[in-house]
């Protein structure tokens, strides 16, 4: 009975500890921290989460940089690590267990624009999941809040910028980002 009560106490507290995380995750989306707009150089924040994530088990991360220099845009420097925290995030959990998780990060400027694919070889997203993915409390995984993506555009569309994707089940999916670059560039 002890070993019962025991398991059943951790578990137990594990499960108020997931609730009180998601209540927690709710409550930030709904109260944004105050968006602070600075120059921001996107590759510095782009390798930031490159670097956070690139020791994850099973994953490669490619970064192809075509700009020809600094690519400045006006963003919360904060808000833009976690968006691509994210979608790297996502992207690795999208991994199919039959293969290693490669995703490739396309990052070019043309049309007083910077451009971003991100772009994974998961399982892909089925077309009815995929008309909900930007939907605040819409989550696909066990343990997630369903804030993240709408978080993201969110955040993306606050600076101007668009996100869409393009998705093929069982093949991959690749997240779509333009952002207005801040006047002259370095």
């Known amino acids: 009975f002890n070993e019962k009560f025991e398991r059943f106490s951790k578990s137990f ?3 108020i500890e997931s609730l009180a995380h998601i209540a927690s995750e709710f409550s930030n989306f709904a109260k944004m921290p105050e968006t602070v707009l600075e120059n921001v150089n996107i590759q510095d924040i782009i390798e930031q989460s490159i670097v956070l994530y690139r020791q ?6 490619i970064l192809e940089d075509n700009s020809t220099f600094g690519v400045i845009i006006k ?26 998780s490669f995703i490739r990060i396309l990052l070019f400027c043309q049309d007083d624009q910077v451009h971003i694919e991100i772009k994974d070889n998961g399982t892909g997203i089925s077309e ?18 369903g ?3 709408a978080f993201v555009k969110q955040t993306i569309e606050s600076i101007d910028g668009i996100i869409s994707f393009e ?7 690749t997240f779509f980002i333009s952002i207005p670059l801040n006047g002259k560039q370095i």
């Open 56 to 61: 994850s088990e099973h994953t490669t991360i």
């Open 167 to 173: 998705t093929i089940p069982g093949i991959g999916t």
């Open 75 to 100: 963003a919360d420097k904060d808000q833009l690590l976690r968006c691509f925290n994210n979608l790297i995030k996502n992207a690795i959990e999208a991994r199919s267990e039959k293969r290693r």
């Open 128 to 145: 009815e999941l995929g008309q909900k993915i930007f939907t605040p409390n819409f989550t696909t995984k066990s343990s997630g809040t």
């Open 13 to 15: 507290i594990e499960q």
């Open 147 to 149: 804030l993240g993506l």
